[in-house]
């Protein structure tokens, strides 16, 4: 009896080939035009503009009141309240203790709420295609990845994996901390003690860890986690000295007789304005390690970022891949800015999955993987995403502004006079400690 002969596997180099001879024979693979990355930086750069105008509006608000109530007026855009997480963070512990919205901070609250939805229905699409921080990441990271695919492979390597060794090293030293600090095992006074001092050798270990170990035994991959631990530290720490340890009647304190809270957002715009050496250097220093380590800030250090991944892993849609259909090039794994190995898996389950469609778009079969719900019963196109996702997000800042729920009880006048006298102690934030009034 004769043998069929088995087709022989496509290597690598072959399937750019394989994909250019075959697509008018078996229609099967994808047309090129308009796609879910163009649509994507659209929805991006309509966000970076709103964004954009907000800030605007809201400097212009405070030269305003810094004037005494003189010249042009703007009144302030609550959507300035996305840029204090951690008052987001407290509202929320305030709304499911005392069941209202804080009149302080109220379109912080609802925004981040807002957040958590969109995460528990559409993943972390709000980090692909909303977050502003998101977009300026992706920007750099594109912008040097053409730079550094002018370098040498070995160099443009090195300069890709340094970033995120030494993001290793110093989440070897101070995720254990972090840790320590959650359990009480430690406290902040405890920094003042020379112990620490003497734990210096170890602080050097710790970072020469991942640049001195053979690849064999620590691997990039296992830097990539490592570094991936500390924003995960990060949540757990605010959470722990927040949602659980914060007494309801502290933050009815905070948000009645704390003068900090009501300026936090002119606070918040000094930071920037009036930015100390210190600051500018660790901005500087992360803008431009973006432009080597795909999405810097977004995998190793937003705490929110890993809450809303963790919301994912309830969400019913997820991206699926047909084992079937697939020709295992590996282009869905080279897309993702995010590191995930998309081409192992069947599913992808991951919590640093931001939903951004890259490796749909990527794969040259029709099918082999897209976005679907739970059981792979039901395509989920990148359109009809978009829209889901923003009208959502939308729907719920609009109904919250309807209900009353969405501009600061804090009024003009109050904000004349407490930015007359911002300079006053009691506007001071000292480790966690407020000044009453």
Same mark, same amino acid.
């Given at each position: 009896?004769? /043998?069929?002969?088995?087709?022989?596997?496509?290597?690598?180099?072959?399937?750019?080939?394989?994909? =250019?001879?075959?697509? $008018?024979?078996?229609?099967?693979? $994808?047309?090129?035009?308009?796609?879910?990355?163009?649509?994507?930086?659209?929805?991006?750069?309509?966000?970076?503009?709103?964004?954009?105008?907000? #800030?605007w509006?809201?400097?212009?608000?405070?030269?305003?009141?810094?004037? #005494? #109530?003189?010249?042009?007026?703007?009144?302030?855009?609550?959507?300035? =309240?996305?840029?204090?997480?951690?008052?987001?963070?407290?509202?929320?512990?305030y709304?499911?203790?005392?069941?209202?919205?804080?009149?302080?901070?109220? +379109?912080?609250?609802?925004?981040?709420g807002?957040?958590?939805?969109?995460? &528990?229905?559409?993943?972390?699409?709000?980090? @692909?295609?909303?977050? !502003?921080?998101?977009?300026?990441?992706?920007?750099?990271?594109?912008l040097?990845?053409?730079?550094?695919?002018? &370098? !040498?492979?070995?160099?443009?390597?090195?300069?890709?994996?340094?970033?995120?060794?030494?993001?290793?090293?110093?989440?070897?030293?101070?995720?254990?901390?972090?840790?320590?600090?959650?359990l009480?095992?430690?406290?902040?006074?405890?920094?003042?003690?020379?112990?620490?001092?003497?734990?210096t050798? +170890?602080?050097?270990?710790?970072?020469?860890?991942?640049?001195?170990?053979?690849?064999?035994?620590?691997?990039?991959?296992?830097?990539? %986690?490592i570094?991936?631990?500390? /924003?995960?530290?990060?949540?757990?720490?605010?959470?722990?000295?927040?949602?659980?340890?914060?007494?309801? *009647?502290?933050?009815?304190?905070?948000?009645?007789?704390v003068?900090? %809270?009501?300026?936090?957002?002119?606070?918040?715009l000094?930071?920037?304005?009036?930015?100390? @050496?210190?600051?500018?250097?660790?901005?500087?220093?992360?803008?431009?390690?973006?432009?080597?380590?795909?999405?810097?800030?977004?995998?190793?250090?937003?705490?929110?970022?890993?809450? &809303?991944?963790?919301?994912?892993?309830?969400?019913?849609?997820?991206? *699926?891949?047909d084992? =079937?259909?697939? %020709?295992?090039?590996?282009?869905?794994?080279?897309?993702? +800015?995010?590191?995930?190995?998309?081409?192992?898996?069947?599913?992808?389950?991951?919590?640093?999955?931001?939903?951004?469609?890259?490796?749909?778009?990527?794969?040259?079969?029709?099918? +082999?993987?897209?976005m679907?719900?739970?059981?792979?019963?039901?395509k989920?196109?990148?359109?009809?995403?978009?829209?889901?996702?923003? #009208?959502?997000?939308?729907?719920?800042?609009?109904?919250?502004?309807?209900?009353?729920?969405?501009?600061?009880?804090?009024?003009?006048?109050?904000?004349?006079?407490?930015?007359?006298?911002?300079?006053n102690?009691?506007?001071?934030?000292?480790?966690g400690?407020?000044?009453?009034?």
């Amino acid at each position: 009896m004769e /043998k069929t002969k088995q087709p022989k596997p496509i290597t690598a180099s072959a399937q750019d080939l394989y994909i =250019e001879t075959n697509k $008018k024979k078996t229609g099967k693979y $994808k047309k090129s035009g308009f796609n879910s990355q163009k649509l994507r930086w659209s929805v991006q750069i309509a966000f970076f503009i709103v964004v954009l105008v907000i #800030g605007w509006q809201f400097y212009t608000f405070v030269k305003y009141c810094e004037a #005494g #109530g003189k010249g042009f007026y703007l009144p302030r855009p609550p959507g300035v =309240e996305s840029f204090l997480p951690i008052s987001a963070l407290m509202g929320t512990k305030y709304f499911f203790g005392t069941g209202t919205i804080n009149p302080i901070h109220p +379109a912080g609250f609802v925004i981040f709420g807002a957040l958590l939805l969109t995460a &528990l229905f559409f993943r972390r699409g709000f980090c @692909g295609w909303i977050c !502003p921080i998101g977009t300026i990441s992706e920007w750099e990271w594109r912008l040097g990845d053409w730079f550094l695919k002018k &370098l !040498p492979q070995r160099v443009s390597s090195l300069m890709r994996n340094i970033p995120t060794r030494f993001t290793a090293g110093l989440s070897l030293i101070f995720t254990p901390i972090i840790i320590l600090l959650i359990l009480e095992i430690i406290t902040m006074e405890s920094f003042k003690s020379p112990v620490f001092r003497y734990l210096t050798p +170890a602080y050097i270990l710790a970072m020469a860890l991942p640049f001195v170990v053979p690849g064999k035994f620590w691997s990039d991959r296992v830097n990539d %986690i490592i570094a991936r631990a500390w /924003k995960y530290s990060i949540l757990a720490f605010f959470i722990q000295v927040i949602i659980i340890k914060m007494p309801v *009647a502290q933050l009815e304190v905070m948000y009645t007789r704390v003068p900090f %809270i009501r300026v936090a957002d002119v606070k918040m715009l000094k930071f920037f304005t009036n930015m100390s @050496g210190m600051a500018l250097f660790v901005i500087l220093a992360f803008f431009i390690i973006s432009l080597m380590n795909k999405n810097f800030w977004c995998r190793f250090f937003c705490p929110y970022g890993a809450l &809303l991944g963790i919301i994912a892993y309830a969400s019913s849609m997820r991206i *699926a891949r047909d084992t =079937e259909r697939c %020709i295992d090039c590996g282009k869905c794994t080279k897309a993702c +800015a995010m590191h995930i190995l998309v081409e192992k898996k069947k599913h992808v389950l991951t919590h640093e999955c931001v939903a951004c469609y890259d490796c749909v778009n990527a794969c040259p079969v029709n099918g +082999a993987l897209d976005m679907k719900l739970v059981g792979d019963r039901k395509k989920i196109h990148y359109g009809l995403y978009a829209i889901m996702l923003i #009208g959502l997000y939308v729907a719920i800042t609009n109904t919250a502004r309807a209900a009353g729920h969405w501009y600061t009880k804090i009024s003009g006048a109050e904000y004349i006079l407490r930015i007359s006298e911002l300079n006053n102690p009691k506007y001071l934030h000292k480790a966690g400690q407020f000044e009453t009034e």
